[in-house]
Every structure is written in C-alpha cells, then in structure tokens.
C-alpha cells in the first residue's frame, strides 16, 4: 500500500530548482529521482493555487480568487477522500490548509495542533505568519517544520502527509530572484531537506518535492507568465510518468495522488491522473 509525502516549497520558479538544487539535481542525475515541469492554475497566486492543489477544481470554480477571502471549501479534496478510505492524513502548513480542508476561521489556540481521528486532516500542526511583512518574514525554520512532518510518519503512522513552507516565496518577495540572497536560501534549503528524503524514503514514502507556483524577476507571481507560472516537479517514487516534453497540470495533482495511493477519485477532479496505481 502507497504512503506518500507531497512536499510544497512556496514560490520557486523553475530555473531556480534546476540551477540551485544541487541535492534534488544529483538525485535525479543518478537516477533516483525523476524531474518534471508542471505549470500553476491562474491566478498563480498562493492562495488560489494551495485551493486548486488538494481539489484539482480551478480558482474559476472554488472561487478562491487571492490570499484574502479564506474559507472552508465545499468540494471534496485529497484529505477529505485519503480520510474516507480509512487512511491517515497529515498536514504542516500554513493555516490556511487548515482553513480550507478542516474548519475555518482558523483559531490559534484550537488550531494550532490537532489530533482528530474522523479527520479529514487526521493529525494537524499549523503555523500562521500573522505580522508578515517585507521586513520581517514570519516564517518558521524549515529544519522544525521536516522534523515535525517526520514525527507525525514516525510516531503517528501517517499515509499521507503534506508540509508547506513559505520561505522562499518570502525571500523572493523581499530580494527577487537573481541575487546572492536568493542563492543562498535555495542552497540552505536544498540542504536541510536532503537527509530527510533520505529517511522519508528508507521510512517507505514516495515522495514528490515541487512548488505552488513560480515567482517572476521582481518576485511577482499572479498572472500568465511562464516564470510566475511555472516549477519543478521531483518524483521519488515508481509510478510511471508523462514524457520530460510534457508539462504537468496542476489540476492534476489531486486525483494523481488518489490514484497512486488506491483511492477512487471523484467526479469533481476531471483532469487526468498522471501517476498510475
């Protein structure tokens, strides 16, 4: 039976993941990992791609326009359907997972972590960025939120699991993309994450590493453009995959998930899977 860990790093445009990421690179040089393009809904923007990853519907359907009007969705999504086949979930996001897949409005003291067995996020742990600004990110270290994804594989059994983080987007935002900072950031980051692979995988996990969209040359993302739109795709897993010429559909993801783990897919996910079961 497929466990799975999807891997959400905010904002990385796909030159950023080929020309930085020594670590993901050498996987995939060696054979271990494959590496493909995947192109984000419009708007790209974070918010209305974090909708449209977990339901496969577009922003034009679920109605989540930006990063402003967050409210529980009505459509089923990858928790809700893992959750029904009697499969335990995971999440160390942003709070708006939360929001959109468990409950909103997201309280910080309810909220913040949660064990609850009907699900559909079996086991919860949140951060929020409140206070987020150009000069002071807000953003958790990258190495906690691993470690915290990891304890809930360990010690609570999860299936499937999802950790978002918004480093880089932040950075990006606050630097832009062709800078000595930004360098540095996917370096460290790139980094931090490669001994948990590692682990996730001798652990049993299939694991994908990918983005929520890209981010432009003046850290812009939103709109049509193949920087802002566009971001690697890492597989380590061994379903097969469409050809290096084709990009991905994000719409796509949701229903590939279920497919690959043995669960159906419902009728409000119409893009085809690209994994197999």
């Known amino acids: 039976m497929t466990k799975l860990l999807l891997i959400i790093l905010d904002g990385v445009p796909y030159r950023n993941w080929r020309r930085l990421f020594g670590n993901l690179e050498g996987w995939v040089e060696q054979g271990h990992a494959r590496v493909r393009k995947m192109r984000a809904v419009l708007p790209s923007t974070s918010a209305s791609c974090y909708a449209s990853i977990h339901t496969g519907v577009p922003p034009q359907d679920h109605l989540i326009w930006d990063n402003a009007d967050i409210r529980r969705l009505e459509f089923p999504d990858v928790f809700s359907e893992l959750t029904r086949a009697g499969r335990k979930t995971g999440a160390v996001t942003h709070s708006y997972w939360s929001e959109f897949f468990n409950r909103a409005p997201f309280d910080v003291v309810r909220d913040i972590e949660y ?138 993801l949701a229903p590939s998930i279920l497919t690959r783990m043995g669960v159906p897919v419902p009728s409000t996910m119409t893009a085809k899977p690209f994994f197999t079961p």
């Open 115 to 252: 064990d609850e067995p009907e699900g559909p996020i079996t086991h919860g742990r949140f951060h929020t960025m409140r206070g987020y600004g150009h000069a002071n990110q807000m953003t958790p270290a990258d190495y906690d939120l691993f470690g915290t994804l990891t304890r809930l594989c360990e010690v609570k059994g999860i299936d499937y699991g999802i950790l978002h983080t918004c480093t880089l987007d932040s950075m990006g935002h606050r630097f832009f993309h062709d800078c000595e900072e930004m360098d540095h950031a996917c370096f460290h980051l790139d980094a931090i994450l490669a001994p948990f692979i590692h682990r996730w995988r001798q652990d049993g996990y299939e694991v994908i590493v990918t983005a929520d969209h890209g981010q432009d040359a003046r850290g812009h993302h939103g709109g049509t453009g193949e920087e802002q739109r566009d971001f690697a795709f890492y597989y380590f897993g061994n379903s097969a995959l469409p050809g290096e010429d084709e990009v991905l559909d994000q719409l796509a």
